[in-house]
């Protein structure tokens, strides 16, 4: 992928898991999420597997793996 797709792509998903925070109730789901906003590695580790997707399909496919899997 180029660098700029690539850049483009992540800043995208770093976005849709933003606004995907405020559909989880306070709890553990959505520390978790905001943990992957402030943990780069770590979104990349979630995330990374679904990188061939869009965005907002990469972003649904892996919370849905990370908390219902």
């Not at 553990?28 to 943990?35: C, R």
């Not at 597997?49 to 793996?65: I, M, R």
Request: charged share 20%; aromatic share 10%.
């Amino acid at each position: 992928m180029d660098e700029s797709v690539t850049s483009n792509w992540w800043s995208e998903v770093r976005e849709r898991i933003h606004h995907s925070v405020l559909n989880f109730p306070q709890g553990f789901e959505q520390q978790t999420v905001l943990n992957l906003l402030a943990d780069q590695e770590a979104l990349e580790l979630v995330c990374e597997p679904f990188s061939d997707l869009e965005p907002s399909l990469a972003v649904y496919q892996a919370l849905h793996k990370l908390f219902l899997s």
